[in-house]
């Protein structure tokens, strides 16, 4: 496959360029809203071509696919463009800014009959496969509860727009609320109906939360604690699930690498749970592949990042206002 970069982003630098092309796949040219900074980037990932221009970038017949990874802001009108030039769309989350965005992309990508995915790296972890697999096959029993510890220290090269921006989509909220969004409800198989949040600016954000702690009722009944920070150098991460047979306890598996470790405790003990470490953003960039050709489906689609951005405004919306907010999905 040929693909066009829309961003010269940090993600695109450190994960997703690597994966594209440990797929086997090209990397044609990026688009960058500084020639001169997108010419530099084109020169230090090896990248043939860059442009300022997107109508110019999405006029290559020879591309198939684009990865957006701009700022949030700009996702709904650079997926649209693409959408309308034939190319399938791997997009970043959150997919936009609102829920009404998003859910327009994902119709046009099925009016266009393009593939469209949300680059949700967590559910391509081997971890989060290994604990999917673990309650889908029983092993806990009935899910009570789910408790997702995702406070973390935002890295200094990081600190741009995430904590000063609102405009550009910046706040905790809409940085990892919607993978925790996604990753809760790729192990559950349900969405949530209804969530309460506190946010709060702990010492990064300026203008923008850093930090906020919701819970969120599910359609089974099962309760879910998420904790997301961009503050907190020495949490660690984490995903529990507690269910009435035993439970899944996930340390360190809240990340972008193949790290971490997973335990199943029930009444026989503790037990260590072997996963594979394969790289997340592979995983995605090979289903995306499969999926374009005709061979399965993505890891995450659009609709998963419809949902993730519906939990993720809704916590917003409950932290401002205080009171329980009910999850509206657009129609999804
Ligand atoms: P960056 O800040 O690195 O990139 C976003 C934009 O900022 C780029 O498109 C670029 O604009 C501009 N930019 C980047 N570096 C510089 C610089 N040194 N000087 C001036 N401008 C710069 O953001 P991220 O890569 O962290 O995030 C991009 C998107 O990816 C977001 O939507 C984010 O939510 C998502 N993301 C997803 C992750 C995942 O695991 N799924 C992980 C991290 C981010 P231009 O293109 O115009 O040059």
Redesign the pocket.
């Known amino acids: 496959m040929k693909w066009g970069l829309v961003?010269?982003?940090?993600?695109?630098s450190e994960?997703v360029i690597g994966a594209i092309r440990a797929a086997g796949h090209e990397i044609v040219s990026v688009?960058?809203?500084?020639e001169t900074?997108?010419a530099d980037?084109a020169a230090k990932h090896d990248i043939a071509h860059s442009t300022a221009d997107l109508a110019a970038l999405l006029a290559d017949r020879s591309l198939d696919a684009v990865y957006i990874?701009?700022?949030?802001e700009k996702?709904h009108a650079q997926a649209m463009a693409a959408i309308a030039a034939g190319k399938h769309v791997l997009c970043?989350?959150?997919l936009a800014m609102t829920l009404d965005e998003a859910v327009e992309m994902v119709r046009a990508a099925q009016a266009a009959g393009v593939t469209f995915a949300t680059?949700?790296?967590l559910r391509n972890a081997g971890a989060h496969l290994a604990i999917r697999d673990l309650i889908a096959t029983g092993r806990v029993g009935r899910v009570l509860s789910v408790r997702v510890f995702h406070a973390v220290h935002l890295p200094a090269h990081?600190q741009?727009?995430?904590i000063n921006d609102a405009a550009a989509?910046g706040g905790v909220i809409?940085?990892i609320v919607v993978?925790d969004a996604d990753t809760v409800r790729f192990h559950l198989g349900e969405d949530p109906v209804e969530v309460s949040a506190r946010a709060t600016s702990s010492g990064m954000g300026q203008g923008v939360e850093d930090s906020v702690m919701s819970v969120w009722s599910m359609p089974s009944g099962a309760m879910v604690q998420t904790h997301e920070s961009f503050t907190h150098p020495f949490a660690g991460s984490g995903l529990e699930v507690h269910g009435t047979e035993g439970s899944i306890l996930g340390t360190g598996i809240m990340t972008?690498k193949p790290l971490g470790g997973v335990v199943l405790v029930n009444g026989e003990g503790r037990h260590e749970v072997a996963f594979d470490r394969h790289d997340l953003y592979g995983r995605a960039v090979s289903l995306f592949a499969d999926a374009v050709a005709g061979r399965g489906r993505v890891a995450a689609d659009g609709v998963d990042g419809v949902k993730s951005l519906a939990v993720a405004l809704a916590v917003r919306e409950a932290a401002v206002s205080g009171q329980a907010t009910p999850v509206s999905y657009g129609g999804f």
Do not use: F, M, V
């Open positions: 961003g010269a982003s940090t993600i695109a994960y688009l960058s809203s500084s900074r997108g980037y990874s701009t700022t949030n996702h970043e989350k959150p680059n949700h790296h990081l741009g727009w995430r989509g809409p940085d993978h972008q």
